[in-house]
């Protein structure tokens, strides 16, 4: 006689096995379900984290600003709404360290004695879109600003400024400088309008917009004279990469027009941005921690 093993249905399997797999089902459903709790409570910490992050970032390394008019075209592009002119990733810390410098384009907060920004931004239309602007400038969208400028420095402290030689050249100490950015707007000819020679006080510096033709600067803020310096004081920091819109991704040049005619040398010209792209990283670092931490939380 063969022994045959009788068969065994889903009843008559263990209790105890039976009872360990409802144990680890119900554990799987409780842990999915605090994971999934814990993430909407640490939310709010790290929507705080991230703002409070972007504050300190844009207070004391870097902040990005919005060119608001065609004055330093076409090395930066500017223009009223609704066109959407260039960003720029302005880097704060280097004049910490250093002082401006010939040729370096830089943002500034406009002195008393400037009244003419370029352009003239539209003020919101209620407290709520106010609000909503502040809170995007907080955390790195930017809007126009009436105090607020961008030019290239021409002259520093010390330094003598006049235009022009018979080449139609801006002369710093009785020489001519070498200007490649300079951009002549269709229309409004190629002939820089002429000024008295002007000697600059220490800590202020004599700016100029690249747009030669199309810029109140130093040459017509103020009195036209003293009164159109800015003192270096007000400069808030160096344009250093354009960051939107995608198209026009890339690095602000930095060329030092005195190079030629003081015989610096040509390495130099490269230096700062090393030093910018340096200080922009913990912009981006934090940035990617912030948005790794995030998506940790709803993976639990």
Same mark, same amino acid.
């Given at each position: ?32 379900? @605090?994971?999934?709790?814990? $993430? ?6 790290? !929507? =705080? &984290?991230?703002? +409070?992050?972007?504050?300190? /970032? ?33 880097? @704060?810390?280097?004049?910490? $360290? ?6 370096? !384009? =830089? &943002?500034?907060? +406009?002195?008393?004695?400037? /009244? ?185």
């Amino acid at each position: 006689m063969v022994d045959v093993a009788p068969s065994r249905d889903s009843s008559d399997e263990d209790p105890e096995r039976a009872s360990d797999e409802e144990k680890i089902e119900e554990f799987r459903k409780r842990s999915k379900k @605090k994971r999934k709790g814990s $993430f909407w409570r640490e939310l709010p910490i790290l !929507v =705080v &984290v991230a703002v +409070g992050l972007a504050f300190l /970032i844009q207070t004391f390394l870097a902040r990005v600003y919005m060119i608001p008019s065609e004055s330093m075209e076409q090395t930066l592009h500017g223009c009223a709404a609704p066109c959407f002119g260039d960003r720029v990733l302005v880097d @704060k810390l280097t004049y910490d $360290f250093t002082d401006p410098s010939a040729g370096e !384009v =830089v &943002v500034f907060h +406009g002195p008393d004695s400037w /009244i003419n920004n370029d352009f003239g931004p539209t003020e919101p239309p209620n407290a709520v879109v106010g609000f909503f602007q502040g809170l995007g400038s907080l955390i790195g969208i930017p809007t126009a600003s009436k105090e607020d400028f961008v030019k290239r420095i021409i002259a520093v402290g010390g330094q003598t400024v006049k235009c022009c030689d018979e080449k139609n050249r801006v002369l710093v100490d009785g020489k001519p400088l070498d200007e490649p950015y300079v951009y002549w707007e269709p229309g409004r000819g190629s002939f820089q309008e002429s000024f008295d020679e002007l000697k600059i006080p220490d800590g202020y510096l004599f700016v100029m917009g690249d747009n030669r033709n199309d810029s109140c600067d130093s040459r017509c803020q103020g009195d036209r004279r003293l009164g159109g310096l800015v003192p270096v004081e007000n400069v808030v920091g160096k344009a250093r990469v354009i960051v939107l819109p995608p198209s026009r991704w890339g690095g602000v040049g930095d060329h030092n027009p005195q190079a030629v005619a003081l015989g610096a040398p040509a390495w130099q010209d490269a230096v700062p941005a090393g030093v910018g792209i340096a200080a922009a990283w913990p912009v981006l670092l934090i940035g990617r921690r912030v948005r790794a931490r995030i998506r940790r939380s709803r993976l639990g």
